[in-house]
Structure formats: C-alpha cells, structure tokens
C-alpha cells in the first residue's frame, strides 16, 4: 500500500526541511524539495550505535522526520518518497548496492 501524507503533515514536512509553501509538483520544485532535503536532513545512525535501531516502514521514517529526528538512507529516502507522492510527484523505487574494492556486493 502506497502511503500518503495529509495536508497537515506536508506542512510540517516541509517545515522540517526549510519550505513554507506547498507548490504545484514541477521540476523547478523538485530540485527545491531534493536541495533542502539534503541540506536539512544529516544521515543519522546514532539509533544504531545505542542499540536501538529504529524500524524501516515508511510510517517509523516519516515519524522519525516529523518528531525533528534524522535517519540512514532507508528512513530519509523512503520518507522523502512518500512526500514526494503526496505532492503529486511520481515516484518509483530502485534497488542500490555498492560493494568494497571489487569485493561482492554489500
């Protein structure tokens, strides 16, 4: 089930990441939204080192940006996903890997 944000919940998104308007979903936008998501939102893993490593739904991520928190990049690109489809934008998702010097993929 592909998960939406309210209105309400936009606006504190966007608040979030330093944006005080909703906009149409253009490419202009886009880059907008893409820039301050990555300005206002640090990779965070600090759940991980305390052992307690918060959950990967979209919901816990989206939670987790709400509630002025941080995340790795499950939590900060699964979110970003679901904000991006409650604007309009369409979204599709694809599988990364990187791996260590020519090892396997990690």
């Known amino acids: ?5 309210n209105t309400t919940e936009i606006q504190a998104y966007l608040k979030r990441i330093g944006i005080d308007d909703i906009k149409e979903p253009t490419l202009e936008f886009l880059f907008e939204l893409q ?6 939102l640090s990779w965070q893993t600090v759940d991980i080192f305390v052992s307690r490593p918060a959950g990967i ?8 940006i709400l509630q002025g928190r941080s995340g790795y990049c499950f939590h900060l690109n699964g979110a970003f996903s679901v904000l991006l489809r409650s604007l309009g934008y369409t979204v599709d998702w694809h599988r990364g890997e990187y791996s260590l010097m020519g090892n396997n993929p990690v």
């Open 1 to 5: 089930m592909i998960e939406l944000l």
């Open 35 to 40: 820039r301050a998501h990555v300005q206002y």
């Open 57 to 64: 739904s979209l919901q816990e991520s989206i939670q987790l």
